[in-house]
Structures are given as C-alpha cells and as structure tokens.
C-alpha cells in the first residue's frame, strides 16, 4: 500500500457559503497535511497533527506556498467536440448543423474515438478538473473508447453514448431500440467498473423521436441509480421547434417529464429560459439545472439568472460546466470568471467563496458524488488540485496587493487558467506530472 502526505494550503467547503465571512461553510489551513494511503484521504487538517499520523518512510510532498483544494468538477461537457471549439458565427441549431454533427460523424471510427478521449481527458487534468460528465457522439464504441480512458486513470467520470435518431445526418443516428441496446451493452460493461459512472444521455428533444424519448425512460426506470443528461431550453428556436415536435407538451420541460427523464440524477445543460412552472417542474422532482456561462454567452443564448434559480421559493439544484465545444474553455476557472460576469450582468453577484464552493462541493452535490469527491474530508477520494496564484507575471504583480483568502481566490477565478495549476492528483496518484512525462 502507498502512503503520501502534502502539505500545502488547504480550503475545502462544508456547505454554501452565505457571505464572504460565513467562515463556518469552510475549512482552511494555513499550513495544512494530507494523508493518502490507496487514493483515499485518510487524513486531513494542521500539518503538525497529520504528520504525527503519517508514520516512518511515508513520502512527503511539499506544496507550500500553493493551495490544495479538491479537484475540479465539470458537469457538462462534449468529449468529441475538441475540434469543433472556437466555430465561428451561428446560433445553436445552425451551429449544430454546420459544425457539430458533420464532427460527431468522425467518431464512427473507433480509433479517432481513443485518440480523442485521450486528448480530451489530458485536458481536463491539465485545468484541474478530476471529474467530467461528460457526453459520447451517438457511437458506442465513442463510450467505450472514454470509458477506457477514463478507467486507465483511475477518474471519477460520468460519461453515456449520445441517443439521438432523427432530425440529424445518418452518421449520427441510431435507432430507438440500437440506441437503447448500445446504452445496455455500455452500462453493464462500464457502470461501476473502478469509478465510471454510466449516464443515460438523450441528446435533447429535437434529436430523439418520441420512441426514443420513451426507451431513454424505460433505461431510467430500470437503472435508478444512474445518471440522465440532457440539453434543456437553451435558445429560442431550439424551444419554438420542440414544441412544434411535441405540440401536446406544455412546455419544453414537459417533454422530458412526460417520458419520466426528470428526478434527483438528471442534469440539464443550460435551462436559460425556464417558465415559473418549468422551474417547479425541475425542483419538486429535485433535478439539477447547470450552468453553462461561457457556451451561453458564445453561442449567444442568454442569461443564465443563477442568484433567481438558487434564491426562488423552490430553490433549484445548480451546477457549473464549461459545456466544451460550444464552451469556449476547459478550465472552470475561466468557466467562473464567465459565470460571474453573467451573474453580474443579472444584477447580482457571486463571491469568491460561493464560487469555489460551486466548483467543488456544489458540484459534487449537484452530481450526487459527495460522499467520494468534491472534499478534503477523510475517507474521500484523493482528487486534488494544487493552485498557484503567482503563476504569471500580471498574477504575480496583482498578487502584490492582494491581501485575503477572499481576494486570491477571487483573482485565481478571473486570470486563471491552466497555468495556475500546478499539480492535479487523481486518487492519490500526481496526474500532471505524470501526464507530462
Ligand atoms: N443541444 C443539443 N446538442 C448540443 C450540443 O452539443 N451543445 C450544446 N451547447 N447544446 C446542444
Ligand atoms: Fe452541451
């Protein structure tokens, strides 16, 4: 068994933070240990203490001055959209049509697929992010060839093969009762297999035949304890075709609650232009709302009102994403600082703490993973981020003032990016450097 203990600058939350000096809603040492015996955390808190813990021979790994907090999570992101970021000029269901299906189509090839999911995973770690849900194109062997990634690291992710049958070109459609095989096959290869998690994934109404939508419940209902991901009114034409496709539904929410997709594991990507009684809709069953500022904003498709939907008589259940390729970013640094303007330009704002908080444990919360990651607590998962907030020259100069908790994580949020990240573990192992050598 090995045994290896940081030292660094520990944060992590124990719940939201209700002000910038709701000190109670996290914890932070200054000069903070970890101990890590087989990927788990099995100590936590003031350096002098767990070091007393740590016993002879363990290795020691010094972080100071930099911060350790828990891996970043991403709820929403499209693993074959590397190629497809930074596509000029359309509006969602154009810029599906031009740029994202013809790319999706690549992903037949099971080859293409690997060297992708590598590509996309080195990513992720490369920003601090540990765990991803994330979407497949509509070809299994897409699934398989993440999942096999995501396995060779020992990550946490939460991946399904895109169900979508029509409305598309046919190098991306499968069929009602493929797409519901495809699913089974992959769930019952992958679905707990060391840490991957198996998500039901209907690319959105406008791409699913009713048969389809009725098959993606019909694998909800046989597996409660997986995950739903889905697209949810993210723009106006994508709304007004959905209903015309589905002319008996109240709204666009109905749609998906009618084939009984919502409940405590479904994610939302987007949910820009939710009705009051969409918005019950979502948070009576206890369904997850995320938050895609940086593809809201390049896309054009509106404010995402965060404070509203937190704040509202039934609070809805959020979570962050970066939403790669329509997502201009992998990092959820960036992803925040996006967030934030978003939330600004809403009349509102989000302070430092509520947004690292997001970026960890209100994320892990929104994906139901808290009990593995998300933390720092003892007997979690080791997934760790180390971040530096000298990493650059204009950092470094700003650094020079900054003079809180408060303020340095708020400048790691607005010029941060994968150079502030110096070490990322995945269950206890240094990914980063390991990915490098
Ligand atoms: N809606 C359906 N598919 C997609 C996608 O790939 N990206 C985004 N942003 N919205 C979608
Ligand atoms: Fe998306």
Same mark, same amino acid.
């Given at each position: 068994? *090995?045994?290896?203990?940081?030292?660094?600058?520990?944060?992590?939350?124990?719940? /939201?933070?209700?002000?910038?000096?709701?000190?109670? &809603? /996290?914890?932070?040492?200054?000069?903070?240990?970890?101990?890590?015996?087989?990927?788990?955390?099995?100590?936590?808190?003031?350096?002098?203490?767990?070091?007393?813990?740590?016993?002879?021979?363990?290795?020691?790994?010094?972080?100071?001055?930099?911060?350790?907090?828990?891996?970043?999570?991403?709820?929403?992101?499209?693993?074959?959209?590397?190629?497809?970021?930074?596509?000029?000029?359309?509006?969602?269901?154009?810029?599906?049509?031009?740029?994202?299906?013809?790319?999706?189509?690549?992903?037949?090839? &099971?080859?293409?697929?690997?060297?992708?999911?590598?590509?996309?995973?080195?990513?992720?770690?490369?920003?601090?992010?540990?765990?991803?849900?994330?979407?497949?194109?509509?070809?299994?062997?897409?699934?398989?060839?993440?999942?096999?990634?995501?396995? +060779?690291?020992?990550?946490?992710?939460?991946?399904?093969?895109?169900?979508?049958?029509?409305?598309?070109?046919?190098?991306?459609? +499968?069929?009602?009762?493929?797409?519901? +095989?495809?699913?089974?096959?992959?769930?019952?290869?992958?679905?707990?297999?060391?840490?991957?998690?198996?998500?039901?994934?209907?690319?959105?109404?406008?791409?699913?035949?009713?048969?389809?939508?009725?098959?993606?419940?019909?694998?909800?209902?046989?597996?409660?304890?997986?995950?739903?991901?889905?697209?949810?009114?993210?723009?106006?034409?994508?709304?007004?075709?959905?209903?015309?496709?589905?002319?008996?539904?109240?709204?666009?929410?109905?749609?998906?609650?009618?084939?009984?997709?919502?409940?405590?594991?479904?994610?939302?990507?987007?949910?820009?232009?939710? *009705?009051?009684?969409?918005?019950?809709?979502?948070?009576?069953?206890?369904?997850?709302?995320?938050?895609?500022?940086?593809?809201?904003?390049?896309?054009?498709?509106?404010?995402?009102?965060?404070?509203?939907?937190?704040?509202?008589?039934?609070?809805?259940?959020?979570?962050? &994403?970066?939403?790669?390729?329509?997502?201009?970013?992998?990092?959820?640094?960036?992803?925040?600082?996006?967030?934030?303007?978003?939330?600004?330009?809403?009349?509102?704002?989000?302070?430092?703490?509520?947004?690292? /908080?997001?970026?960890?444990?209100?994320?892990?919360?929104?994906?139901?993973?808290?009990?593995?990651?998300?933390?720092?607590?003892?007997?979690?998962?080791?997934?760790?981020?180390?971040?530096?907030?000298?990493?650059?020259?204009?950092?470094?100069?700003?650094?020079?003032?900054?003079?809180?908790?408060?303020?340095?994580?708020?400048?790691?949020?607005?010029?941060?990016?994968?150079?502030?990240?110096?070490?990322?573990?995945?269950?206890?192992?240094?990914?980063?450097?390991?990915?490098?050598?």
């Amino acid at each position: 068994s *090995s045994i290896i203990l940081l030292r660094g600058r520990t944060l992590s939350f124990l719940r /939201w933070p209700e002000s910038i000096d709701d000190h109670a &809603a /996290w914890r932070y040492e200054e000069d903070g240990g970890l101990l890590i015996r087989d990927g788990r955390i099995i100590a936590a808190g003031a350096y002098a203490q767990v070091e007393k813990q740590a016993g002879e021979g363990v290795e020691k790994i010094d972080h100071r001055p930099h911060l350790l907090l828990p891996g970043f999570i991403d709820a929403h992101g499209h693993f074959p959209q590397m190629q497809v970021i930074a596509s000029y000029g359309a509006e969602l269901l154009d810029w599906l049509n031009k740029y994202t299906f013809p790319e999706e189509t690549k992903f037949a090839n &099971a080859q293409h697929g690997r060297r992708i999911a590598r590509l996309f995973l080195n990513e992720m770690v490369r920003h601090g992010t540990t765990t991803v849900a994330a979407y497949c194109s509509v070809h299994k062997a897409s699934a398989e060839a993440f999942f096999a990634e995501s396995h +060779d690291r020992n990550m946490l992710n939460i991946a399904g093969k895109v169900m979508m049958d029509r409305n598309a070109p046919d190098g991306v459609l +499968d069929t009602p009762q493929s797409g519901y +095989d495809d699913s089974k096959a992959l769930i019952a290869e992958w679905h707990g297999k060391g840490r991957q998690h198996y998500a039901i994934t209907p690319r959105f109404a406008i791409t699913s035949s009713p048969e389809q939508l009725e098959m993606a419940g019909a694998l909800c209902r046989e597996h409660p304890d997986l995950h739903m991901q889905t697209h949810l009114s993210e723009n106006h034409a994508e709304i007004a075709f959905t209903q015309e496709l589905y002319p008996w539904s109240r709204d666009y929410t109905d749609v998906y609650e009618h084939y009984g997709l919502l409940g405590k594991r479904s994610l939302f990507g987007h949910c820009i232009h939710l *009705s009051e009684r969409e918005a019950d809709a979502l948070s009576g069953s206890g369904s997850v709302a995320v938050f895609c500022p940086t593809s809201n904003l390049f896309l054009g498709s509106g404010l995402f009102d965060y404070q509203r939907y937190r704040t509202r008589d039934k609070a809805l259940r959020i979570a962050a &994403a970066t939403d790669v390729g329509g997502g201009t970013n992998y990092s959820m640094l960036r992803t925040m600082d996006e967030g934030y303007k978003v939330i600004a330009l809403n009349g509102e704002k989000l302070n430092p703490f509520q947004s690292f /908080w997001q970026l960890t444990r209100g994320n892990a919360e929104a994906l139901s993973v808290a009990e593995k990651v998300g933390t720092l607590d003892e007997g979690t998962d080791a997934d760790i981020v180390v971040l530096d907030a000298n990493a650059t020259p204009a950092m470094r100069l700003r650094m020079e003032t900054v003079g809180s908790l408060a303020e340095e994580l708020f400048l790691l949020q607005t010029l941060g990016d994968d150079r502030t990240v110096r070490e990322v573990y995945v269950a206890g192992r240094p990914a980063k450097r390991d990915m490098a050598a």
